[in-house]
């Protein structure tokens, strides 16, 4: 099977080459196990191997194999919360095997394809059921991940070569130090739920996939809404996501704004940055 060239930034470590060097194996004692019969990878994985298939009785699934690392630890837990209510059901999971099943989408178009107003409609009525009660063990808090982000931004910062302005660092740190110690009441959160994470599905019209899950409070559930600039790229278009999910979830709009911008920066990506630096002045 060929690897997609987007997996290609693992190459950069060595944790990465020993991951894809292992994956054929992987790939097979996981055709072994849950009786597969796979198509090729989807292009579009950016942190793990995506891959459609077939089970033996014909149900359409999706094995995900994730790049193990912080964000994804807890992904398979995250959808077997949600018991298929508002996100993909979760069908097999194999620790050991660093891999597991979900529900397919079909057709699977991404949300990002629908137009930003109706991708928010759904994504206002999607995020209420997605943030159900959830408690820290098992998963991680977002206090806990704002002080891990804290302990090291500002020397990445310094690491990657300042690549955007201080102005965010100090923000982002701002951020970091004042929210976590006075949230609302905790939920499970998506922390990567931007356009091309909802997929066009037949069980139900749309459905998440892909949860990088943190327990918090509702505000930080808008970040990554606000930054998909899959769903429209464009100082008015942040403003007017942020305008429309806080007012329409009755959400506070200020600390839903500094949680996208303390995210934004943590998770530092050239495409994510200038979406922060708006957010300051709005
Ligand atoms: N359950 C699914 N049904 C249909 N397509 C899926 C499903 N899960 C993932 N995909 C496809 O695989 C791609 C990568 O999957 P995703 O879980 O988002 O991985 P990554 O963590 O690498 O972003 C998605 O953009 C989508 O095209
Ligand atoms: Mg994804």
Redesign the pocket.
């Known amino acids: 099977m060929d690897i997609p060239e987007r997996l290609a930034w693992l190459r950069a470590s060595s944790e990465g080459r020993s991951w894809l060097e292992g994956l054929p194996a992987r790939i097979n004692r996981c055709v072994g196990r849950w009786n597969l019969s796979l198509g090729g990878p989807?292009p579009?994985?950016?942190?793990?191997l995506?891959i459609?298939g077939r089970r033996l009785d014909g149900t359409e699934v999706?094995l995900?194999i994730?790049f193990p690392g912080r964000e994804?630890e807890h992904e398979a837990l995250a959808l077997s919360h949600w018991d298929g209510d508002g996100a993909?059901k979760l069908l097999e999971d194999d620790r050991s095997l660093g891999a597991f099943l979900?529900?397919?989408?079909?057709p699977?178009t991404?949300l990002s394809n629908t137009g930003q107003d109706v991708a928010l409609d759904v994504l206002s009525s999607l995020l209420p059921r997605l943030w159900k009660p959830a408690t820290d063990p098992p998963f991680r808090s977002l206090a806990d991940e704002a002080s891990w982000w804290a302990s090291h931004l500002r020397e990445n910062w310094e690491r990657a070569g300042r690549p955007f302005d201080k102005r965010l660092v100090d923000a982002a740190l701002d951020v970091l130090g004042s929210l976590p110690g006075s949230q609302g009441e905790p939920v499970l959160l998506h922390q990567d739920l931007h356009g091309?994470?909802v997929?066009a599905?037949q069980r139900e019209p749309w459905?998440a996939?892909?949860p990088k899950p943190l327990v918090g409070e509702r505000e930080f559930g808008l970040a990554p809404v606000v930054r998909s600039f899959e769903l429209g790229v464009g100082r008015n278009e942040v403003r007017h996501r942020l305008d429309r999910l806080a007012s329409e979830l009755g959400l506070d709009r200020e600390r839903a704004r500094l949680w996208c911008v303390a995210q934004t920066v943590a998770w530092y990506s050239p495409w994510h940055i200038e979406i922060a630096t708006w957010l300051l002045d709005m």
């Open positions: 989807f579009t994985a950016y942190t793990s995506t459609p999706v995900k994730p994804s993909v979900i529900e397919r989408c079909v699977g991404p091309d994470n997929l599905a459905l996939i892909d």
